[in-house]
């Protein structure tokens, strides 16, 4: 008997960071990377990244309740990125990198709200992160879909995101595919 598959959609800066850290995550079976929060039907990266559609730059994760829970997922995107900047990710600026989590059921909210809670006591700044209802998943264009895998020695995947990807290796050891 096959597990039954949950889904999570995060947003913690660009799609790439995140995406990059969760596909070497044991018990995610897919991340997609894309865009919701917004107002415009089927956005484009270049939309996106003007600030006018309103959406962020999110992952979608399909993943095995059995093997990882969703209360894991949020620690490990809680230690990934800086929940306290405001519409950013270190040089990435704009209202697509918010800190968001677009829940899809009463028990998601529940969790990411007392995850949160929690986590404020790790932080010296107060969380900004997002609660929002999930909204249409957008997916993003193919070239971005596992872009830190395909350009690893690309200037922004060698110096933004590798390092991301070192600090949930060394952080989280034990949830190493």
């Known amino acids: 008997m096959q597990n039954q598959m949950a889904t999570a959609i995060l947003g913690g800066g660009c ?3 995140t995406e990059a850290v969760y596909r070497e995550v044991k018990g995610i079976d897919s991340v997609e990377s894309g865009y919701m929060g917004g107002q415009t039907e089927h956005p484009s990266y270049e939309q996106v ?3 006018d559609t309103g959406h962020a730059e999110v992952i979608k994760l399909t993943y095995d309740p059995a093997q990882i829970q969703y209360r894991d997922l949020l620690e490990i995107f ?4 800086d929940p306290t900047t405001l519409n950013r990710q270190g040089n990435d600026v704009g209202t697509q990198y918010r800190s968001v989590i677009f829940y899809q059921s009463p ?3 529940a969790t990411a709200r007392q995850v949160i809670g929690e986590m404020a006591h790790v932080w010296d700044a107060p969380i900004v992160t997002e609660l929002a209802p999930a909204q ?3 997916k993003a264009e ?3 879909q596992d872009y830190f895998r395909q350009h690893p ?3 922004y995947c060698a110096f933004v995101v590798a390092p991301k990807v070192d600090k949930f290796r060394k952080t989280f050891a034990n949830r190493l595919r």
């Open 15 to 17: 799609f790439w960071c």
């Open 142 to 144: 193919d070239y971005h």
């Open 153 to 155: 020695l690309q200037g």
């Open 49 to 51: 990244c003007t600030g």
């Open 136 to 138: 249409t998943f957008y």
């Open 78 to 81: 809680f230690t990934i990125h």
């Open 107 to 109: 028990q998601q909210e």
